[in-house]
């Protein structure tokens, strides 16, 4: 009975959580918060801060800098002026003020050099208590054999945007795997939780139609993603729920299925990208590689 109250508790906060990503843009008011989680606005403020550890109005503000910080190293042509205004400030110097408070740096040293493993510190606090559980229909599709341009991330997770700055600049300076019309894959021979970061690697890749120039001075090389059986789930929504989702299909979806993994790792593919869409317009299919 217990586990059962922790459990619809939990599922009235990922409401608000998912009500809050999808209207980021609008003004969100604690009457609305506590009535989509159907809970008492006079103790609403109270159970947010104890189950999320922050204010709402906090939280609010994280969620829309968080979005304004990957705009900010992704989208290096975009004024920091509508950046500010699309995160809900009037003004760029409160919004500096905001986002140096929150990430140490202003907006344009952000812009220069940004500090991922520091930012991830800050805010992965309030995914603590998002929990993510499997939802939608796993199905199983026959993966065609897909050449592709690879780049390997070595290192601590944290910096994968890193390395994937570099497969953008990669991308934009050779031609080979355009964004627009080639699909965006990324393969993970290993589980951030569970990896010593030394240890750890993560494969960004692109389809292309041709081999590449190997030699050229990203590291990016050819490879390809083989044919065969696959289960797929999709999600939509932030890529912070990936890895919990990931452990789902290993731990709950597979022991019912019957079926057995074939010899290649889990991977992903990125329909749309955090510095274009809204984190909640995020699609991504997870796969499973099956015999």
């Known amino acids: 009975m217990c586990d059962n109250k922790t459990d619809s508790y939990a599922r009235r906060f990922k409401q608000v959580f998912d009500y809050i990503d999808c209207h980021l843009d609008d003004t969100l008011l604690l009457e609305k918060l506590s009535e989509v989680a159907h809970f008492s606005p006079f ?34 042509l975009e004024k920091i002026t509508d950046i500010a205004f699309d995160a809900g400030f009037q003004h760029s110097e409160s919004f500096s003020r905001a986002f140096r408070q929150m990430f140490g740096l202003s907006p344009t040293q952000f812009r220069q050099q940004p500090p991922w493993v520091d930012w991830h510190k ?47 600049e990669w991308r934009k300076s050779s031609g080979y795997s355009p964004v627009a019309i080639s699909q965006t894959y990324g393969i993970a021979p290993h589980d951030p939780t569970l990896t010593a ?62 079926e057995e993994l074939r010899d290649f790792p889990l991977f992903f593919h990125y329909h749309n990208f955090v510095h274009e869409v809204a984190e909640h317009e995020l699609l991504t299919d997870i796969y499973l590689p099956l015999k």
């Open 197 to 258: 970061p030394d240890k750890f690697e993560f494969h960004i890749c692109g389809t292309v139609t041709s081999p590449i120039v190997e030699d050229n001075r990203f590291g990016v090389i050819n490879s390809g993603i083989p044919a065969g059986r696959c289960a797929v789930l999709r999600h939509q929504g932030s890529h912070d729920a990936l890895t919990g989702l990931a452990k789902s299909l290993y731990r709950d979806w597979l022991p019912e299925s019957g």
């Open 122 to 168: 800050r805010i992965s606090e309030p995914y603590k208590a998002r929990r993510q559980t499997m939802q939608g229909q796993v199905r199983i599709i026959n993966f065609p054999a897909t050449a592709v341009a690879m780049l390997t991330h070595y290192g601590r997770p944290e910096l994968i945007n890193e390395t994937a700055a570099r497969f953008i």
């Open 43 to 76: 103790h609403f403020h109270r159970q947010f801060c104890s189950y999320c550890g922050m204010p709402p109005g906090r939280y609010i503000q994280m969620m829309r800098l968080k979005r304004a910080s990957y705009r900010l190293a992704f989208n290096p």
